[in-house]
Structure formats: C-alpha cells, structure tokens
C-alpha cells in the first residue's frame, strides 16, 4: 500500500463476534503497507490468558474520516498493563 504520509487515525474497534464490545483505539498505516492498531483495552480475553491469544482473523471498525474498515489475518504483538498492541495484514 503506498500512502503519501503517514496516517494515524482514532476509531473504535471490536470483533464479529462480539459488536457490544467495542474499543477505542488508533490505527497507524505507513507507506509501503504496515499496519498496527494500538486499543485501551481487551477483546473480553482476561489480562492472565493474554499470550495464549495469537491472531483475531478479523476485527471491524469505525474510524474517523474513514468510516467503516476490517482488518484480516490481525496477529498479537505486544501489550502493557491492559492495553493490546496489533499489528494487522489487510
């Protein structure tokens, strides 16, 4: 994906299975394609089974002047206290 500068844009975030739980967060996309999703917050998986989860197939989102977005084939990269770090291929 070539972008002419980078874009980091607020939104929310949850996953088809489970749309009430929704997640602010802030999607980052850097020239030649690479994708990471920073959310405040747990997909429901408690904080103690954190690195038993290693990839979401997909998460939805609503992101601002964007609208609506999905990521596929996201994987876990890295978390801190209760926030998740992803990093996605679309």
């Not at 917050?41 to 904080?47: A, C, E, I």
Request: no cysteine; charged share 25%; aromatic share 8%.
């Amino acid at each position: 994906m070539k972008v002419k500068n980078n874009i980091q844009k607020i939104g929310y975030f949850w996953l088809p299975s489970n749309i009430e739980n929704k997640l602010a967060g802030i999607i980052s996309i850097e020239d030649g394609g690479k994708i990471s999703l920073q959310l405040h917050g747990l997909f429901g998986v408690n904080p103690y089974e954190l690195y038993e989860v290693d990839n979401m197939d997909i998460i939805l989102g609503d992101v601002e002047e964007y609208g609506k977005i999905t990521l596929v084939d996201s994987t876990y990269t890295e978390g801190k206290g209760m926030d998740m770090v992803l990093s996605s291929k679309i």
